[in-house]
């Protein structure tokens, strides 16, 4: 069963330029030791925020937040509830910024068969329908994932899930 796990562009990169293994993104334990109270915080964010869910079937699961499995560093546990505090106020302002439309696009790095990381990033448009565009956008992460899915399950049982109708709505029409 893959576990997955949400983070942002922002944190992805910094871990890449710093030569960390996303294998350290495994456990809470381990992610305490290479990310900050800001980095988990915007794990926490990403996941709360994460809008796709993944049917039973598929046995693909999210990491459960930071903040639910910080339970022995009280500290810690504080310092990023006041993070995600601070970022949520960012969030909320950068997803409802006038008539422009934030839409989050995400990307697969799978680490190996039983955890991957989705990366997401911000991207902002004039004009559109956000949940329309929440699909478009995503297309190639739908895609990336279904490539995934099939490794252990048929076309045919894949074809019933969530993941393949968000894939076949994210499709153009013409």
Do not use: C
Not at 10 to 34: A, C, F, H, P, W
């Amino acid at each position: 069963m893959p576990q997955v796990l949400v983070i942002s562009d922002d944190t992805y990169r910094s871990l890449k330029d710093e030569g960390v293994s996303l294998q350290e993104l495994r456990s809470i334990n381990r992610m305490t030791k290479v990310l900050s109270a800001d980095d988990l915080a915007d794990i926490e964010l990403g996941i709360r925020y994460f809008p796709f869910s993944f049917d039973r079937e598929l046995d693909v699961q999210l990491v459960p937040s930071p903040l639910k499995q910080l339970l022995d560093d009280e500290p810690l546990k504080d310092r990023v509830q006041q993070r995600v505090e601070t970022l949520q106020l960012r969030y909320d302002t950068d997803f409802q910024m006038g008539d422009a439309v934030t839409i989050p696009v995400y990307s697969l790095d799978v680490v190996d068969e039983t955890f991957w990381v989705v990366v997401w990033q911000r991207s902002r448009h004039e004009e559109g329908d956000p949940d329309n565009m929440q699909l478009s956008y995503n297309r190639a992460f739908f895609d990336a994932m279904i490539a995934q899915v099939l490794h252990t399950f048929s076309f045919e049982r894949m074809s019933r899930t969530n993941l393949f109708s968000y894939y076949l709505k994210s499709l153009p029409l013409d």
